[in-house]
């Protein structure tokens, strides 16, 4: 069931950049955390960074920590995933999730309990 409203994906060219957004319609943020993860067909889901919506502190995966960023506008209750210098293995579909109990970790998907619809990020060479 969807619960989170994802929007920001699109067709890019290496190189380029794009922001993802995140948020929960009608309501305050709902959870301790806000993670991001991407898929590509055939594959787990892969987790690329999460922030604590209350501190604001963060944390990214290795693949992506020197180009990606996560902030969210807790008025605005908005969370926002920024891509840098976007390259064709960062293809997926792209999924925003909240969730407050992490006991292995915030890269633990399973420890999520509310889930965007998932927005195509598509890099071209």
């Known amino acids: 069931q969807v619960q989170l409203w994802q929007s920001g994906g699109q067709s890019v060219q290496t190189g380029d950049s794009l922001r993802l957004f995140c948020t929960a319609p009608?309501?305050?943020?709902?959870?301790?955390?806000m993670g991001w993860f991407r898929q590509v067909p055939g594959k787990d889901r892969e987790f690329v960074g999460a922030?604590?919506?209350?501190?604001?502190?963060?944390g990214l995966a290795d693949s992506v920590k020197d180009r990606f960023s996560i902030s969210r506008n807790r008025a605005e209750n908005t969370g926002y995933l920024h891509m840098n210098n976007l390259q064709p293995e960062d293809t997926a579909v792209y999924y925003c999730?909240?969730?407050?109990?992490?006991?292995?970790?915030?890269?633990?998907?399973?420890?999520?309990?509310?889930w965007g619809q998932g927005t195509q990020v598509t890099v071209s060479a």
């Open positions: 922030i604590n919506w209350g501190a604001g502190n963060t």
């Open positions: 009608g309501r305050t943020w709902p959870h301790y955390a």
């Open positions: 999730a909240a969730g407050s109990g992490f006991p292995r970790g915030w890269n633990d998907a399973d420890a999520y309990r509310m």
